[in-house]
């Protein structure tokens, strides 16, 4: 059964651009969560997508956007690139909403020049 | 806001060495969650302990969850350089509510 994946691996992007990311979940979930990785802040909820609907979102600016697909893929949008957004980006797939365990992708690497 | 606290955040052992790795809150949860990640991969689920006083055994690993489901801590018997890797507490407040992270403790075990 393959695993959640994330596309790039890596990206390298200027101040002020913008940046897609994609997610694609375990086959039958249909819930899916971004997380940002940072050093000092560790592992922070972004939001959360069921049935092509935002769930649940945390404490990020507008900037932050995301969507879902009808087959439970999911992207995440970055708008106007700052440095402190350089993170590692995670996204999780699990069954239902929020539910436990989650499976995790090996994330995007987000880096901002 | 509900935090968690992890310590020690930094942890560089020799291989066969004992090590304890603590995850406090103030707050109550209803279930806690513990992972390791590695350099370049996703965090990797290990144990969910969800009853106060639970103790759960992974081969070398052992949890337990505070009585009052407010910490938990992860014990590594004879540790190996296969342990080395980001062990990250996760806890939740209800089914369906996001996971709170702690920023982690870097586990580095020395042949």
């Known amino acids: 059964k393959a695993g959640v994946t994330q596309t790039p691996r890596y990206l390298i992007k200027t101040r002020g651009q913008q940046v897609t990311l994609s997610c694609s979940p375990i086959?039958?979930?249909?819930?899916v969560s971004w997380y940002q990785q940072t050093p000092g802040q560790g592992l922070q909820f972004l939001f959360e997508?069921?049935?092509?609907?935002?769930?649940n979102k945390g404490n990020f600016p507008g900037r932050f956007s995301g969507r879902q697909f009808s087959n439970s893929r999911s992207e995440m949008n970055v708008s106007t690139l700052e440095l402190g957004d350089s993170a590692l980006y995670l996204c999780a797939s699990s069954l239902e909403p929020l539910e436990q365990p989650q499976h995790f992708g090996d994330g995007t690497r987000l880096s901002i020049l | 806001t509900q935090l968690l606290e992890q310590s020690p955040q930094f942890l560089s052992i020799q291989e066969g060495e004992n090590l304890t790795v603590y995850c406090n809150s103030s707050?109550?949860?209803?279930?806690l969650q513990w992972y390791r990640q590695e350099p370049g991969e996703g965090p990797v689920l290990l144990v969910t302990?969800?009853?106060?006083?639970e103790v759960k055994k992974l081969k070398r690993l052992t949890f337990q969850f505070g009585d009052a489901r407010k910490d938990s801590s992860l014990h590594i018997t004879a540790a190996q350089p296969g342990d080395t890797g980001l062990y990250l507490c996760?806890?939740?407040?209800?089914?369906?509510?996001?996971?709170?992270f702690g920023k982690g403790t870097r586990l580095s075990v020395i042949a």
């Open positions: 707050s109550v949860f209803s279930s």
């Open positions: 997508y069921f049935s092509e609907t935002q769930r």
């Open positions: 302990v969800v009853t106060g006083g």
């Open positions: 996760a806890g939740a407040d209800s089914g369906n509510t996001p996971l709170v």
């Open positions: 086959s039958g979930h249909r819930s």
